[in-house]
């Protein structure tokens, strides 16, 4: 079974910097997609950024210059370095993942597999 597991969530302040981690076990597709979602309260769930197998990455504008997506091939696990936070980066960050060709990669229906979700508070 494929399992997404998220970490590095917390409580931060303003302008300060998070790096969430996504261990992937069980995803052996040597084509992928794989991305970094939030959702806050009331809200949509949000394309934050995404990284394929070809190499291509793109962010959602409103993290553009502060978020950096990667991924560490060796230790199957997908990252996201978050600086200069903002009050509105609040929400719960969820990594994604599909064995699938993504377009857009930050569109929720192109992904097949979803870990559970870490917290990200920002005061």
């Known amino acids: 079974d494929v399992q997404l597991v998220e970490s590095g969530g917390g409580s931060v302040q303003a302008g300060g910097s998070l790096r969430l981690s996504c261990a992937v076990s069980?995803?052996?597709?040597?084509?992928?997609?794989m991305g970094w979602f939030r959702q806050a309260p009331g809200k949509e769930r949000e394309g934050v950024a995404f990284i394929d197998s070809d190499g291509r990455i793109n962010y959602a504008d409103s993290v553009k210059g502060r978020f950096t997506i990667s991924k560490d091939n060796a230790k199957n696990t997908l990252y996201l370095q978050m600086n200069s936070l903002k009050p509105e980066d609040t929400a719960m960050y969820y990594c994604?993942?599909?064995?699938?060709?993504?377009?857009?990669?930050?569109?929720?229906?192109?992904?097949?597999?979803w870990g559970q979700g870490t917290q990200v508070t920002v005061s």
């Open positions: 994604a993942a599909s064995r699938n060709y993504c377009y857009s990669g930050l569109m929720y229906y192109e992904y097949n597999y």
């Open positions: 069980g995803f052996t597709y040597s084509r992928y997609c």
